[in-house]
């Protein structure tokens, strides 16, 4: 199984939408609060170069924002 890492705040719709993907699929997910957290958040930045959530972390590839499709394709759901 990928290494998934969503940085994400407690307001955010599209992460709340992210979070019950994964929870509907049974796929383990580390969550960092961005909102909350100064060091993740300059984590988030570095990676992603935006302040903006959610990002995903699939083993180090990155993804801005809830794309289903990317991610499903990121996680090896769909054969494309």
């Known amino acids: 199984m990928k290494k998934i890492i ?4 407690p307001t955010c ?3 709340k939408m992210a979070k019950e ?10 969550e ?3 909102l ?3 060091k993740m958040r ?8 935006q302040y903006g959530v ?6 180090g590839e990155i993804h801005v924002g809830f794309n289903r ?6 996680l090896g759901l769909v054969s494309h």
Do not use: Q
């Open 69 to 74: 499709p990317e991610i499903e394709k990121a």
């Open 36 to 38: 909350h957290d100064l």
């Open 54 to 59: 959610p990002v995903f972390d699939i083993d």
């Open 32 to 34: 960092r609060d961005v």
């Open 21 to 30: 993907f994964f929870k509907n699929r049974g796929i383990a997910y580390e």
């Open 13 to 15: 719709v599209w992460c």
């Open 42 to 49: 300059e984590e988030m930045y570095k990676k992603s170069h």
């Open 6 to 9: 969503l940085y994400s705040t």
